[in-house]
């Protein structure tokens, strides 16, 4: 699968650090109704704490001016972020994704993370592990595109590609 609808990922290294918060006003996608709470804590072996939705716009990029739908859930001791926006229309944004993706994940890289591609039918996954120096969390992360919708599911926490990959799946369904 091509790396399309990577230019999620910076959204959700973001969005993954930040604090939760409500929001009031419905979202454009509905993220939060994508995966249920059981599910979540049946992969995570935690209880679901909390969980935000919110849009936001995407300030540059390919995605510019686009409405980017996050649901974020607190689960034990993991963090979950569920980013969807629509798909990529051309092979310019396909491309500009891709390189965003390859961007982001060589300034990790710099920074003395350990980031590994995996090689999984139907998604593009990640993983994620920080040096030994920093407090960050380990993670993965997986895009899908389906039915015209771009979306980026991450995990962070102690978590394979292939988890966060069967809860990818429970989405690209719903959509």
């Not at 798909?87 to 944004?93: I, L, R, S």
């Not at 030994?132 to 595109?145: I, L, N, R, T, W």
Request: aromatic residues 4%.
């Amino acid at each position: 699968m091509r790396r399309s609808q990577i230019v999620l990922l910076v959204a959700m290294i973001l969005l993954a650090a930040s604090p939760l918060f409500a929001v009031d006003a419905a979202t454009k996608y509905k993220p939060c109704s994508l995966l249920t709470a059981a599910e979540l804590e049946t992969a995570l072996h935690g209880k679901v704490d909390r969980s935000a939705e919110r849009d936001i716009t995407i300030p540059d990029g390919p995605f510019k001016g686009d409405v980017m739908s996050t649901c974020d859930w607190v689960v034990g001791s993991n963090t979950v972020t569920l980013n969807v926006i629509r798909g990529p229309k051309n092979q310019q944004e396909q491309a500009a994704g891709l390189a965003s993706l390859r961007a982001t994940e060589e300034t990790l890289k710099q920074k003395g993370w350990t980031v590994e591609l995996a090689n999984i039918p139907g998604a593009d996954c990640t993983s994620f592990k920080p040096p030994a120096s920093e407090s960050a969390a380990p993670g993965a992360q997986c895009f899908m595109v389906s039915k015209g919708l771009a979306f980026g599911l991450g995990v962070n926490g102690s978590v394979t590609v292939q988890l966060v990959k069967a809860l990818a799946d429970k989405v690209a369904a719903r959509l």
